[in-house]
């Protein structure tokens, strides 16, 4: 048996929310490949079974589930089609959100409408996602894993009218923390990855500014953006064996930017 064993997902089952996005599907197949089976939900029926398609190239089963995944019905509908479908639910990964880069304010003038759009696609969806899917964790005894996506906005400002964003992803780096707390007890570790900008249509308007994207770079260890594909090693790692003593970290992935400040 070889260590890398411990990250295998072999019998395992994922949920990846938000799986039809740039950043899900490139999670999604990433968990297949892996050995899980993966169940991708998302509200954009295209994007869900584009991904679960992209899964099973891959070569693992997959489950594509239309859903807003904001209102709790609907997540209770997902889970019970996971359930149904693969006998079991072990690995949620919250990966709906974002919208930062289109609904752009200065602090002072945030409008309400924008702020509560920003809160419900990157708040609201992690938790009533994580409710519903933990709900059944709890239930089978197994234990699980919760895998949160949040940002460096969680820890530094940006000079770009983010208020909302940063708000949301503040409030998903310390439910982290409070739900690993929590759900220990029940065998669940929760953790999140915390990317800076990864090249992806969220945010080609502001990567697009070739003066923005300079100055990112320039203030970049490691001399880039970030990749989807830089995003995989923490999440397998969060999602398997190999982390089973670690819960309530949030993962900078960042190519060193935070650590300059
Ligand atoms: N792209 C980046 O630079 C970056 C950086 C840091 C963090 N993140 C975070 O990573 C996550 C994924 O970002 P992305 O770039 O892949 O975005 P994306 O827009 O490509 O993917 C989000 C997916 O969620 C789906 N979705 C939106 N609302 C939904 C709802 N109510 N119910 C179900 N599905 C819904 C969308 O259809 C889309 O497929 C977000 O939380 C984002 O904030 C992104």
Redesign the pocket.
């Known amino acids: 048996m070889s260590q890398l064993d411990a990250f295998r997902l072999d019998g395992r089952v994922a949920f990846v ?2 799986g ?5 599907s490139a999670l999604a197949v990433a968990l297949g490949g892996a050995g899980a089976r993966v169940a991708v ?4 029926e295209t ?1 869900a079974e584009a991904a679960a398609e992209r899964v099973r190239a891959a070569g693992a089963e997959s489950l594509a589930v239309v ?4 209102r709790e019905s609907e997540a209770e509908r997902v889970v019970g089609a996971i359930v149904e479908r693969f006998g079991r639910l072990d690995i949620v990964v919250n ?4 919208g ?1 880069g289109k609904v752009l304010f200065d602090a002072q003038e945030y409008p309400r409408d924008a702020w509560d759009w920003i809160m ?3 708040l609201r ?1 992690t938790l009533v996602a994580s409710q519903a899917a933990v709900r059944a964790m709890v239930k089978a005894g197994h234990g699980g894993r919760v895998i949160n ?1 949040s ?2 906005r969680a820890q530094l400002g940006i000079n770009a009218g983010y208020s909302a964003y940063v708000a949301a ?1 503040g409030a998903v780096s310390s439910l982290t923390r409070q739900w690993a707390t929590e759900w220990a007890k029940h065998g669940i570790t929760v953790n999140a990855i915390a ?4 090249d ?4 080609a308007m502001l990567l697009g500014d070739p003066a923005f994207k300079a100055g990112l770079v320039n203030r970049v260890p490691l001399g880039r953006v ?1 990749e989807t594909g830089d995003l995989v090693g923490a999440v397998l790692f969060f999602a398997s064996d190999a982390s089973s003593f670690v819960t309530g970290q949030i993962l900078t992935i960042d190519g060193g930017l935070t650590a300059t400040q």
């Open positions: 929310s938000g039809g996005g740039a950043i899900g939900s998302d509200i954009v994007n859903a807003d995944i904001t990966a709906v959100g974002g930062a419900e696609i990157n969806s996506i940002s460096v992803k990317p800076t900008f990864v992806t249509p969220q945010v970030g």
